[in-house]
C-alpha cells in the first residue's frame, strides 16, 4: 500500500451529534498491514519453488488475494477448516501459475509462506500513534472477520495490543460484517449507543456499509484514494499521519 500522508477528506458531521465514547478499528489492512506481509511470504514463494516463479509478482499478489477471499468465507461458514482453507489456498494458487505441485509440496509451500508472513507483519504507519492518542480520550476496539486467536497473534506481534481494550470476531459471534450482529456486539461490550461510536475501516462494503446500517458513523481508510461510490460521502483518512490531523477526523472537535 502507498500512503499519501496528511491527505484526508473531511465530512463535518453535525453538531448535535453525541460525544464519541467508543472507535471501533477493522484490522487487516486497516490497522495490520497484511498486503506487506502476504507480499513478502509470497516473494519467498516465487524464490523458492518454480511452481510460483511464473507469473509476475503483482500478478501473484492480485490472484492470491482473491484466492484468499474466496477460501477465507469458506473457512468462516465452516466448509473448511482453516488447516483444509490453507492448503486449499496454495493448490488454487499452484493451478493458477500452470504448475502441478504434489501435495507434500503444497503443504511445505503453505507452511513456508505462512513463516514468512508471521515475521513479516507490521502495523501500519501511524497506527500506534493514533491508538495512544485515542485510548487517552476513549474506548478503543476492534471489530474484525476472522478467528480470534489469528487475530489476537497479529496484535501482539505488531504490538497493537496495549492500545485495544477488546476485540469481537466473527468466530465468537457467528455474524461476520456488514452484519448488524457483530457491530451490535461491539457496542453492548461498552454500553455505547450507535451514535456515539466510530468505525474505521478499509472496505466500503464489509466496513463503511455496516456501521451506517446501524448508525455508527464511518471513517473510511482509504490509503489508494479510491473513488467511494456514485453520491456517496463519508469522512476519510488516506494516511494515520500526521497524528494531529487523523485525530481530528475520528474526534472532530467542531
Not at 499452484?94 to 509440496?105: I, K, Q, R, T
Not at 497479529?154 to 448488524?180: R, Y
Request: proline share 5%; with cysteine.
Amino acid at each position: 500500500m502507498r500512503f499519501s500522508a496528511g491527505f484526508h477528506i473531511i465530512q463535518r458531521m453535525p453538531e448535535t451529534r453525541p460525544k464519541t465514547r467508543l472507535v471501533l478499528f477493522d484490522l487487516d489492512e486497516t490497522l495490520f498491514d497484511h498486503s506487506h506481509a502476504s507480499r513478502c511470504g509470497l516473494k519467498t514463494l516465487q524464490d523458492e519453488y518454480d511452481g510460483f516463479g511464473a507469473p509476475s509478482l503483482d500478478e501473484l499478489e492480485s490472484t492470491a488475494f482473491e484466492i484468499l477471499n474466496r477460501t477465507h468465507r469458506k473457512i468462516l461458514s465452516g466448509v473448511l477448516t482453516q488447516e483444509e482453507g490453507c492448503i486449499e489456498r496454495f493448490r488454487l494458487l499452484a493451478e493458477w501459475c500452470g504448475s502441478s505441485l504434489g501435495e507434500d509440496e503444497i503443504q511445505a509451500a503453505s507452511r513456508r509462506y505462512r513463516q514468512v508472513y508471521r515475521s513479516s507483519r507490521r502495523a501500519m504507519s501511524g497506527a500506534i500513534e493514533l491508538l495512544k492518542c485515542l485510548r487517552e480520550r476513549v474506548t478503543v476496539g476492534i471489530v474484525t472477520n476472522n478467528f480470534v486467536r489469528e487475530q489476537k497473534s497479529k496484535l501482539a506481534d505488531c504490538e497493537l495490543d496495549p492500545w485495544i481494550d477488546f476485540m469481537v470476531t466473527s468466530e465468537e459471534t457467528g455474524q461476520a460484517k456488514p452484519a448488524a450482529e457483530i457491530f451490535h456486539k461491539a457496542l453492548e461490550t461498552t454500553g455505547a449507543s450507535p451514535d456515539e461510536a466510530v468505525m474505521i475501516g478499509d472496505s466500503w462494503e464489509v466496513d463503511i456499509i455496516g456501521a451506517k446500517a446501524v448508525g455508527i458513523r464511518p471513517v473510511w481508510y482509504n490509503p489508494a484514494a479510491t473513488e467511494p461510490p456514485a453520491g456517496e460521502a463519508v469522512s476519510e483518512l488516506r494516511s494515520f499521519l500526521p497524528t494531529s490531523e487523523a485525530l481530528e477526523i475520528v474526534l472532530p472537535t467542531a
